[in-house]
């Protein structure tokens, strides 16, 4: 009795499975948009908490700290 319902049971979860593979087939090779080339993406700039903008955070840091040392002389 037990054996037959733990096979009911696997027979639903397969007929599931592949039901959702059927279900989601994948796109064709040519239909993915090929990547972007590393001169085409653009600059992702970084909002400091200062309300600047920097190309990444270490800049945005960098410049923090440069305006708060006092001027060289």
């Known amino acids: 009795m037990r054996n037959s319902l733990v096979l009911l049971v696997f027979l639903e979860l397969l007929g599931c499975a592949r039901f959702q593979q059927a279900a989601s087939p994948a796109p064709p090779p040519s239909a993915t948009p090929a990547p972007k ?37």
């Open 37 to 73: 080339q590393a001169a085409e993406v653009a600059p992702v700039n970084v909002e400091c908490s200062d309300g600047t903008a920097a190309p990444s955070l270490d800049a945005c840091l960098t410049n923090m700290a440069r305006a708060r040392l006092p001027p060289s002389q």
